[in-house]
């Protein structure tokens, strides 16, 4: 999966006429870093994907479907591409199939006691519903704390910084729905 990943983000940065010194300042992480992950030599974590999908102007989900998944319109299980973030434990299922809808749907698993942090650039492209499917996630919204029990759902406001918190002793589940805006 690394692989697939650091040839997505390659790809995306060379179909730009950018250099990695260019990919670096946009998405404000270190040059060496985006020549690791380009060449699967490291894993990035989620905040990182955050920022480089939104240096290129994409949302995260666009960016990890481009890398992982075959157009159709069945993804069956099996094939629903799984990454975890290597920081956190984080883990992210992309459930829906490649198409031209500009909606993608995400499961999220949040291990407890886990916080992921997300730059604002992550959601200048989007609207996003998270759904809580089980556990407890906080949802940090810029300077606005959100406390979601299973079964509450979120709209999202204008891109802050956000911060995704598990503060409870158990696992987290939760639905991302991202509608890409032009």
Known sequence: MDQRIGARIRTERE?????????????SVSRAMVYKVERGESSPTA??????????????????ARAEIQHGRLLRKADQPVWTDPETGYLRRHVSPRSDMPLD????????????????SAYAFLRQLVWVLSGELVFVEGPTRHEMKEGDCLELGPPTDCVFKNESRRECVYAVAALTVS
């Open 15 to 27: 179909s730009r006429g950018w250099s990695l010194s260019d990919l670096a300042e946009k998405a």
């Open 47 to 64: 905040n990182m994907l955050g920022k480089l999908s939104g240096a290129f102007g994409l949302s995260m989900s666009t960016l990890m």
């Open 105 to 120: 749907l995400v499961n999220v698993t949040l291990p407890a006691g886990k916080e992921v942090p997300m730059p604002a």
